[in-house]
Nanobody, 111 residues
Framework: QVQLVESGGGLVQSGGSLRLSCAAS????????MGWFRQVPGKEREFVAA????????NYADSVKGRFTISRDNAKNTVYLQMNSLKFEDTAVYYC????WGLGTQVTVSS
């Protein structure tokens, strides 16, 4: 079964860091651009960051620029999101995306 599985979410204090991982299984995603999105209850899912298949190009939402870093390891079929200087407003369920969505991982930042 082809799937994306996120991990690394949790509870962190404002100013802290977390590293999310998204492991793809079932087939390789090395030819796909991959991205991270997030959603809070009652709001639409929003773009956070994306990375090209080669890792040569990345793109970020203005709200996370300078704080978040997306990377990938195609040999491990995994994409990462390093989140630093976390803010209360970063609290959300974070989803990995390629040609499908992962199930999401909860990130909660306490103020």
């Amino acid at each position: 079964q082809v799937q994306l599985v996120e991990s690394g979410g949790g509870l962190v204090q404002s100013g802290g860091s977390l590293r999310l991982s998204c492991a793809a299984s079932g087939r390789t995603f090395s030819n796909y651009a991959m991205g991270w999105f997030r959603q809070v209850p009652g709001k639409e899912r929003e773009f956070v960051a994306a990375i090209r298949w080669s890792g040569s190009s990345t793109n970020y939402a203005d709200s996370v620029k300078g704080r978040f870093t997306i990377s990938r390891d195609n040999a491990k079929n995994t994409v990462y999101l390093q989140m630093n200087s976390l803010k209360f407003e970063d609290t959300a369920v974070y989803y990995c995306a390629a040609d499908r969505w992962g199930l999401g991982t909860q990130v909660t930042v306490s103020s």
